[in-house]
């Protein structure tokens, strides 16, 4: 979200980003943020699959530019966010005892960045897990390629996964959840949402009990 589809960072976006999450954790909201790779991310993997690099390495490029996203962001909160970017989740987990905002983007190749945030979820026993993204919920059909697409306002990890059924898991393609992301969500009896990121303000709403985007139950 915090770049455009030529790749090209939106200032303005990030800081809004950054200013949001510094009033949440002065509000109280102890949030820790996993940063996607994004378009950056889709239009390097798309190269190297063009000449032949295998999906492994594919994920791995997709990791790192998640982490440079991730460290970008993290420059912005640089007097709350713990000091590095974690690349492992043992590393994850000892940034989280600095009582700071963890900031940290992939981890592992083959699973997405939605996965490392619902591990991260369930690890401090969040109340939520939000998924900040370019659609403003979760739809029956790719609501960007068919007209006949419908918003689902509440659904279950059973409704979610079977329309996860559709889709493709190469990488730089994971759509909204991974299988990795879902059973992780599920049998951590995590509520999650799927909001419009866009707009960094849904962020704030939702926090302040108004309806946005798709609620996902267990």
Known sequence: ??????????????????ETLRNLWSMGHKIHVVVGGGPPARLIIAGA???????????EIGIEVSRINARILQALLSDLAYPSIPKTYEELKTSLSAEKMVICGGLYPGQSTTA???LLAELIKADALIVATDVDGVYT???????????????????LQSLL???????????????????????????????DGRDPNNLLRLLEGV???SRIHP
Do not use: H, W
């Open 49 to 59: 699959r063009s000449v032949g690099c295998p999906e492994p390495i594919c994920d």
């Open 141 to 159: 059909e790719d609501p960007k390629r068919s007209p006949n697409a419908k918003k689902l306002e509440e659904l279950s990890y059973s409704d």
């Open 1 to 18: 979200m915090i770049f455009d589809e030529q790749g090209l960072l939106k200032i303005e976006l990030v800081r809004s980003y950054a």
């Open 165 to 195: 059924s559709r889709s493709s898991y190469e990488a730089g393609g994971y759509k909204l959840f991974d299988y990795v992301a879902l059973k992780v969500a599920e049998r951590s009896k995590l509520t999650s949402y799927i909001i």
């Open 211 to 213: 309806k946005v985007g």
């Open 116 to 118: 490392v945030a619902a």
